[in-house]
């Protein structure tokens, strides 16, 4: 196991078992991440706040916990297709803040390793979207609605895909970004 310093053995906190994606498309979501930032005071930024990543499932807990549910999912096959859609920015929270990131297909295969992942915690300790509602995506940033405006992503955007990726364990900050990796499984 990596060592942890943000995570105490007995304190709850937020992890999620996630997907990364390996190589240019990790760099390439954290450029464009970047791009959208770029001069704006941003809570959800990747590579500085999160890694790129797709949520398959969210959950609080203490690292003993989480590392029992990552023990759980030994066996549970994550391979499976990820097609990245459009890139789109969320309705407006209630902070006035939005979201942007890639909408992602969901399929027969990710559904069903999803439902077999929330079996391995809690019920009581999941949080978000589940089952049926799950909405798979790739969260880029969380901005102020204003800071949207006149954003142009479109040659950034173009060349992303996730062919490839390792499943993993990580630690979760505030707005769930994935902070780092605690297991991986490649």
Same mark, same amino acid.
């Given at each position: 196991?990596?060592?942890?310093?943000?995570?105490?053995?007995?304190?709850?906190?937020?992890?999620?078992?996630?997907?990364?994606?390996?190589?240019?498309? @990790?760099?390439?979501?954290?450029?464009?991440?970047?791009?959208?930032?770029?001069?704006?005071?941003?809570?959800?930024?990747?590579?500085?706040?999160?890694?790129?990543?797709?949520?398959?499932?969210?959950?609080?807990?203490?690292?003993?916990?989480?590392?029992?549910?990552?023990?759980?999912?030994?066996?549970?096959?994550?391979?499976?297709?990820?097609?990245?859609?459009?890139?789109?920015?969320?309705?407006?929270?209630?902070?006035?803040?939005?979201?942007?990131?890639?909408?992602?297909?969901?399929?027969?295969?990710?559904?069903?390793?999803?439902?077999?992942?929330?079996?391995?915690?809690?019920?009581?300790?999941?949080?978000?979207?589940?089952?049926?509602?799950?909405?798979?995506?790739?969260?880029?940033?969380?901005?102020?609605?204003?800071?949207?405006?006149?954003?142009?992503?479109?040659?950034?955007?173009?060349?992303?895909?996730?062919?490839?990726?390792?499943?993993?364990?990580?630690?979760?900050?505030?707005?769930?970004? @994935?902070?780092?990796?605690?297991?991986?499984?490649?």
């Amino acid at each position: 196991m990596t060592e942890i310093l943000t995570c105490s053995r007995t304190a709850e906190q937020r992890f999620s078992l996630v997907i990364v994606p390996k190589g240019e498309t @990790f760099s390439k979501l954290i450029e464009l991440s970047q791009h959208i930032c770029q001069r704006k005071q941003a809570e959800y930024k990747l590579g500085e706040i999160s890694l790129p990543h797709m949520t398959l499932v969210q959950f609080k807990g203490t690292l003993a916990q989480a590392q029992e549910a990552w023990k759980k999912a030994a066996n549970i096959p994550v391979n499976f297709e990820v097609k990245l859609r459009e890139f789109y920015i969320s309705n407006v929270l209630e902070n006035g803040k939005c979201y942007s990131g890639f909408r992602v297909e969901r399929n027969k295969k990710m559904q069903i390793c999803h439902n077999q992942l929330l079996e391995c915690v809690p019920k009581n300790m999941v949080n978000g979207a589940v089952e049926d509602s799950y909405f798979p995506q790739v969260t880029t940033a969380l901005l102020e609605q204003k800071d949207y405006n006149n954003l142009d992503v479109t040659k950034l955007t173009s060349a992303i895909n996730m062919e490839e990726y390792y499943f993993a364990l990580g630690a979760s900050g505030e707005h769930w970004q @994935f902070k780092e990796v605690i297991e991986k499984r490649i």
